[in-house]
Each structure stands twice: as structure tokens, then as C-alpha cells.
Nanobody, 130 residues
Framework: QVQLVESGGGLVQAGGSLRLSCAASGRTISSYHMGWFRQAPGKEREFVAVISWSGGKVDIADSVRGRFTISRDNAENTLYLQMNGLKPEDTAIYYC???????????????????????WGQGTQVTVSS
């Protein structure tokens, strides 16, 4: 089974930047769809961005489009989320997720749902002050 560990979270001022990493181990993720979700206290886990196994297709939430960039380095077995222009409403625990079924299904609207993903990391806290 694949294990996912997020890092790079922290406290930043509004307008600042953070780069989150998700390091995978146990399995290679080079053939997996990967994604980022976030969850604020008292709220449901929310779609942020997903990327296909090859990196050739991405889907970005409207709330972060133009500010966040999802990328992956399959050689390093790592997923990234570059977050620029951070806003207080971005404050949440950020989770990475993996879908090993990329060989059987491409990215679609269902991948915006947290229930569509098989593996999750423990999360990393991002706090944006005003």
C-alpha cells in the first residue's frame, strides 16, 4: 500500500506563498492520479486540485485558480502544490490523495469528490493571517 506524507505547511500572512509537498512511499505513484484537498474546522473536505498520472491534465478549483499550481515529479515520487497570493479563507488542513486506478479511468468530475480517492496522507496545516 502507498503511504503519503504531506509537508510544507505553516503560518503566513495574506498575500504570501507556500509550497506543499506530498512524499509517497511503499509504491510508485507514477501511474496514479493525484490530488490535493483541504478541510477547515467544522467543514467538509474540499477539492483543491487534481492532476493526472502523466501530469498532462489538471483540474483546479475555482476558488484557487490563478493562485495555486499542482505539479508532480514522478521520478521523486512526490506531488506538489504551489500556493501564491494566499488568503485567510485558504486556512485549512491540506491533504494529498492518490487514485491507483488511472489505467482504467481518466480524471473526471467525480475526482472533485473526496469519496473518489483511495489513499490519504495525514495532512499539513496551512494558516493565513489577515
Amino acid at each position: 500500500q502507498v503511504q503519503l506524507v504531506e509537508s510544507g505547511g505553516g503560518l503566513v500572512q495574506a498575500g504570501g506563498s507556500l509550497r506543499l509537498s506530498c512524499a509517497a512511499s511503499g509504491r510508485t505513484i507514477s501511474s496514479y492520479h493525484m490530488g490535493w484537498f483541504r478541510q477547515a474546522p467544522g467543514k467538509e473536505r474540499e477539492f483543491v486540485a487534481v492532476i493526472s498520472w502523466s501530469g498532462g491534465k489538471v483540474d483546479i478549483a475555482d476558488s484557487v485558480r490563478g493562485r495555486f499550481t499542482i505539479s508532480r515529479d514522478n521520478a521523486e515520487n512526490t506531488l506538489y502544490l504551489q500556493m501564491n497570493g494566499l488568503k485567510p479563507e485558504d486556512t485549512a488542513i491540506y491533504y494529498c490523495a492518490a487514485d491507483p486506478s488511472a489505467g482504467r479511468s481518466g480524471l473526471g468530475p467525480a475526482h472533485r469528490s473526496a469519496t473518489s480517492w483511495d489513499y490519504w496522507g495525514q495532512g499539513t496545516q496551512v494558516t493565513v493571517s489577515s
